[in-house]
């Protein structure tokens, strides 16, 4: 079975533009999660999505959105770039059988480095 | 490979000798703990997971101690190999529909 899928891999932008990251969940999976690693602040949580409904968010601005289609791909979105958005952003997809736990196991993609320039 | 984190507490194991990697958890609520594993250029791989009512679980020369009294959690690599060579992460949560919290990670540096 195929693992979790990111893409693109890399991605340059510049301060004020828009990107969209793309993250291909597990066959059969059903929640994704998304991540942000940086070195100073450790992977952080953004925001969960189960069956097309967002339904954990982290601490992050308005900024940064996402959204999940019928067949549970995922993507996020971050507006208007800041040199701090430079990270390298994870998807985690679990099977999710029962919505009501939060406890399945997490597997994770080889993410999206995102560098601001 | 890039560089997960610059500034993480590094420990440094001879070949054949036993790991330790330990972390001290957040929330005494928690009641779900995870250890993943990150080498350079990929995302976190799941190792090993262990709930509240348990102390202790074993895998394949993976052993995770859980001490709930002192918020504690550790991971024990037997036989440590230069593949184990990599940033450790441990990560909690509360069963019911919340998100996992990471911690700062620790980097494994196995000597040949």
């Known amino acids: 079975k195929a693992g979790v899928t990111q893409t693109p891999r890399y991605l340059i932008k510049t301060r004020g533009q828009q990107v969209t990251l793309s993250c291909s969940p597990i066959?059969?999976?059903?929640?994704v999660s998304w991540y942000q690693q940086t070195p100073g602040q450790g992977l952080q949580f953004l925001f969960e999505?189960?069956?097309?409904?967002?339904?954990n968010k982290g601490n992050f601005p308005g900024r940064f959105s996402g959204r999940q289609f019928s067949n549970s791909r995922s993507e996020m979105n971050v507006s208007t770039l800041e040199l701090g958005d430079s990270a390298l952003y994870l998807c985690?997809?679990?099977?999710?059988?029962?919505?009501?736990?939060?406890?399945?196991?997490?597997?994770f993609g080889p993410g999206t480095r995102l560098t601001v320039l | 490979g890039e560089s997960v984190g610059l500034h993480l507490p590094t420990l440094s194991v001879q070949e054949g000798d036993n790991s330790i990697i330990n972390c001290a958890y957040s929330?005494?609520?928690?009641?779900?703990f995870i250890w993943y594993k990150q080498e350079s250029g990929k995302g976190p791989q799941f190792i090993i997971d262990?709930?509240?009512?348990?102390d202790k679980r074993q895998g394949q020369r993976v052993t995770v101690l859980l001490n709930k009294t002192v918020k504690h959690l550790s991971l024990q690599i037997a036989a440590t190999q230069p593949g184990d060579s990599a940033v450790y992460f441990c990560?909690?949560?509360?069963?019911?529909?919340?998100?996992?919290?990471f911690g700062k990670g620790t980097r494994l540096s196995v000597i040949a």
């Open positions: 985690a997809s679990s099977l999710a059988l029962d919505p009501g736990l939060s406890t399945d196991t997490q597997y």
């Open positions: 066959s059969g999976h059903r929640s």
């Open positions: 999505y189960f069956s097309e409904t967002q339904r």
């Open positions: 929330n005494s609520a928690s009641d779900y």
């Open positions: 262990i709930r509240s009512n348990m």
């Open positions: 990560a909690e949560n509360i069963e019911g529909n919340t998100p996992l919290v």
